[in-house]
């Protein structure tokens, strides 16, 4: 029997014939049916874990996405893969394993795939290296597939007093997690109570969903829609919606579109396609994690694409949508103004996006712009003559301390200028323990080094330090941290970036000494250590790049063969 147009391509080496019996009664073993078995093979890669909230209710996702293959004539098998929370590790060395996972979750999807030769894959992912990992895993397979989003935590609801603080009859205000990391600075500096960080502890989190700011998951989710690997709309329900079911469900039945026509991720993510997702990125604020991620994607597709790139969409793309942590909002309200669809038809009337490739809903993103339904006085989405900012939410530095790139997040702080002594730490922990120890001063430039891919190994961001800082309100507004790892996009007030290449490389961040200054300009996308070249080059003679943290496993493998974050990360 001919299975030409079933979207059944792939599996008939793995379940067709009387060669094929054995494999056929392994799989009828766990429940598959003989009918099952000649329909076309859906791989379900499933990152659920019990570990953190993005991705705990992952298992009811998946039940819905199997649902809706089944309804379009597909037989779903589904699979687990690994997951690293972010803001549980942060602080910690654990952390260091978030960005190794992208590699780890790209490489088991794709090795459990070609293993059993799915005819489509579903990637349903929630936390922040979840969804490059997927789209990385998509991208080197090329079969018909699509990466879906576990959905963002809804907001939790904190009462507190004219000053802010928490107070019970106060005020209920809405918070997510970045409140709790500013109220961790706070409570450092004894600005609050061991009472009122709890209060704050207690009401961040109220139930499963990733952050709820446009911080990396967030931001991930929405480049995949604007990338056209996942369903615009139905990637934004959020984690405990009444309309996520449905919205998985569709998600299920549209992979079973992709395999009958024989759509691939090589069609749909294209050059077009990625400097879409980056307008995205800038218009919305977005994570300077985009960064590494989009370039890390272009790499698995051969598509050529640098951090230049970046700054030249971000300079005529202004910063229209009013989300934390450079805004007010949070991802529910985005998703609630009339989400990705209407923030494409505002790029659309600004011919500020491609949007003509082919997207996994089977329309090309202006025909779905073409659908937004924009509610009424919804204060999220901006018109153009309204942005918070004139350009993107995002810059990229050159100069001697940064050859391959500075990535600075300019969206919550206005300061365009900042130069300062240097002081030189080289491991997160060094620098947070002299922020809580009353060590730094305002107007210092913060240096952490060796926090790098290969250095750390894993690249930490520095959200412990950032959120000690801004608990030190005559250091939130005045310091400036610069390092060689990444640094968190969940602290608003700071001017921070990340260079390449690290010091571990031999990058000129490892010459930089305790009082030399430090020059970020903004306007001028320069990063400038005031030290002539024949000085640095000088100090640089004697460098030696330190042993490396971990002799053996995965970090070890990691560090061997990891590459520059300006070049993405990615492992070769």
Same mark, same amino acid.
């Given at each position: 029997?001919?299975? #030409?147009?079933t979207?059944?391509t792939?599996?008939?080496?793995?379940?067709?014939g009387?060669?094929?019996a054995?494999a056929?009664?392994?799989?009828?073993?766990v429940?598959?049916?003989k009918?099952?078995?000649?329909?076309?093979?859906?791989?379900?890669?499933?990152?659920?874990?019990?570990?953190?909230?993005?991705?705990? @209710?992952?298992?009811?996702?998946?039940e819905?996405v199997k649902?809706?293959?089944?309804?379009?004539?597909?037989?779903?098998?589904?699979?687990?893969?690994?997951?690293?929370?972010?803001g549980?590790?942060?602080?910690?060395?654990?952390?260091?394993?978030?960005?190794?996972?992208?590699?780890v %979750?790209?490489?088991?999807?794709?090795?459990?795939?070609?293993?059993? $030769?799915?005819?489509g894959?579903v990637?349903?992912?929630?936390?922040?290296?979840?969804?490059?990992?997927a789209?990385?895993?998509?991208?080197?397979?090329?079969?018909?597939?699509?990466? +879906?989003y576990?959905? $963002?935590?809804m907001p939790? @609801?904190? @009462?507190?007093?004219?000053?802010?603080?928490?107070a019970?009859g106060?005020?209920?205000?809405?918070?997510?997690? #970045?409140?709790?990391f500013?109220?961790i600075?706070?409570?450092?500096?004894?600005?609050?109570?061991?009472?009122?960080?709890e209060?704050?502890?207690?009401?961040?989190?109220?139930?499963?969903?990733?952050?709820g700011?446009?911080?990396t998951?967030?931001t991930m989710?929405?480049?995949?829609?604007?990338?056209?690997?996942?369903?615009?709309?139905?990637?934004? =329900?959020?984690a405990?919606s009444?309309?996520?079911?449905?919205?998985?469900?569709?998600?299920?039945?549209l992979v079973?579109?992709?395999?009958?026509?024989?759509?691939?991720?090589?069609?749909? %993510?294209?050059?077009e396609?990625?400097?879409d997702?980056?307008?995205?990125?800038c218009?919305s604020?977005?994570?300077?994690?985009? =960064?590494? @991620?989009?370039?890390?994607?272009?790499?698995?597709?051969?598509?050529?694409?640098?951090?230049?790139?970046?700054?030249?969409i971000?300079?005529?793309?202004?910063?229209?949508?009013?989300?934390q942590?450079?805004?007010k909002m =949070?991802a529910?309200?985005y998703?609630?103004?009339?989400?990705?669809?209407?923030?494409?038809?505002r +790029?659309?009337?600004?011919?500020?996006?491609?949007?003509?490739?082919?997207?996994?809903?089977?329309?090309?993103?202006?025909?779905?712009?073409a659908?937004a339904?924009e509610?009424?006085?919804?204060? =999220? %989405?901006?018109?153009w003559?309204?942005p918070l900012?004139?350009?993107?939410?995002?810059?990229?530095?050159?100069?001697?301390?940064?050859?391959?790139?500075?990535v600075?997040?300019?969206a919550?702080?206005?300061r365009?200028?900042?130069?300062?002594?240097?002081?030189?730490?080289?491991?997160?922990?060094?620098c947070?323990?002299?922020?809580?120890e009353?060590?730094?001063?305002p107007?210092?430039?913060?240096?952490?080094?060796?926090?790098?891919?290969?250095?750390g190994p894993?690249?930490?961001?520095?959200?412990?330090?950032?959120?000690?800082?801004?608990?030190?309100?005559?250091?939130?507004?005045?310091?400036?941290?610069?390092?060689?790892?990444r640094?968190?996009?969940?602290?608003?007030?700071?001017?921070?970036?990340?260079v390449?290449?690290?010091?571990?490389?031999?990058?000129?961040?490892?010459?930089?000494r305790?009082?030399?200054t430090?020059?970020?300009? %903004?306007?001028?996308?320069?990063?400038?250590?005031?030290?002539?070249?024949e000085?640095?080059?000088?100090r640089m003679?004697?460098?030696?790049?330190?042993?490396?943290?971990?002799?053996?496993?995965?970090?070890a493998?990691?560090?061997?063969?990891? $590459?520059?974050?300006?070049e993405g990360?990615?492992t070769?």
């Amino acid at each position: 029997m001919s299975n #030409q147009g079933t979207g059944k391509t792939h599996s008939n080496v793995l379940t067709e014939g009387p060669s094929r019996a054995a494999a056929r009664a392994m799989l009828r073993g766990v429940g598959f049916s003989k009918d099952d078995l000649h329909k076309p093979i859906i791989g379900i890669a499933n990152t659920w874990t019990e570990i953190g909230p993005c991705n705990y @209710h992952l298992r009811d996702v998946a039940e819905a996405v199997k649902q809706g293959v089944r309804e379009a004539g597909g037989t779903p098998m589904e699979f687990n893969t690994v997951t690293i929370s972010d803001g549980i590790t942060m602080g910690t060395q654990g952390m260091k394993a978030s960005l190794i996972s992208r590699e780890v %979750i790209a490489d088991s999807i794709e090795l459990v795939s070609r293993g059993n $030769s799915f005819d489509g894959l579903v990637c349903i992912a929630g936390c922040d290296k979840n969804m490059p990992g997927a789209v990385m895993a998509l991208a080197r397979l090329d079969i018909p597939g699509l990466m +879906l989003y576990g959905g $963002s935590i809804m907001p939790g @609801h904190l @009462h507190v007093g004219a000053d802010g603080k928490p107070a019970s009859g106060g005020n209920e205000i809405d918070i997510t997690i #970045q409140q709790v990391f500013e109220a961790i600075g706070s409570h450092a500096a004894g600005k609050i109570t061991d009472a009122q960080l709890e209060a704050v502890e207690a009401a961040a989190c109220p139930g499963p969903g990733a952050c709820g700011g446009q911080f990396t998951a967030n931001t991930m989710a929405m480049a995949g829609e604007f990338m056209g690997i996942s369903p615009i709309q139905l990637t934004g =329900v959020p984690a405990m919606s009444p309309e996520k079911h449905a919205a998985s469900r569709e998600a299920g039945k549209l992979v079973m579109d992709l395999a009958r026509a024989g759509v691939k991720p090589s069609q749909i %993510i294209t050059r077009e396609s990625l400097e879409d997702a980056i307008a995205a990125v800038c218009a919305s604020g977005g994570s300077t994690n985009a =960064v590494m @991620h989009l370039i890390a994607i272009a790499h698995e597709l051969e598509i050529p694409l640098n951090v230049e790139d970046f700054d030249i969409i971000s300079e005529k793309t202004p910063f229209i949508c009013d989300l934390q942590p450079g805004g007010k909002m =949070v991802a529910k309200d985005y998703q609630d103004a009339g989400g990705s669809r209407v923030l494409a038809a505002r +790029l659309v009337e600004k011919n500020l996006l491609n949007g003509n490739t082919p997207t996994v809903t089977g329309k090309t993103l202006r025909e779905e712009a073409a659908l937004a339904v924009e509610t009424p006085g919804q204060p =999220v %989405i901006r018109p153009w003559s309204d942005p918070l900012k004139s350009t993107g939410g995002l810059v990229i530095l050159k100069g001697n301390l940064a050859p391959e790139g500075c990535v600075v997040k300019v969206a919550g702080h206005a300061r365009i200028h900042h130069t300062g002594p240097a002081r030189v730490f080289d491991s997160e922990d060094l620098c947070f323990a002299a922020v809580n120890e009353g060590r730094v001063q305002p107007n210092d430039v913060l240096v952490i080094r060796y926090e790098g891919p290969r250095g750390g190994p894993g690249m930490r961001e520095m959200l412990a330090v950032t959120a000690a800082i801004k608990g030190i309100p005559e250091l939130s507004d005045s310091v400036a941290l610069l390092t060689d790892g990444r640094f968190s996009g969940a602290t608003r007030g700071l001017m921070a970036g990340h260079v390449a290449p690290e010091a571990q490389l031999g990058g000129p961040i490892g010459a930089v000494r305790e009082g030399d200054t430090i020059t970020f300009d %903004i306007p001028g996308r320069k990063l400038t250590l005031n030290v002539s070249d024949e000085e640095i080059a000088e100090r640089m003679k004697d460098f030696k790049a330190p042993e490396p943290r971990y002799k053996r496993g995965v970090f070890a493998k990691y560090a061997a063969t990891v $590459s520059s974050a300006s070049e993405g990360a990615v492992t070769t």
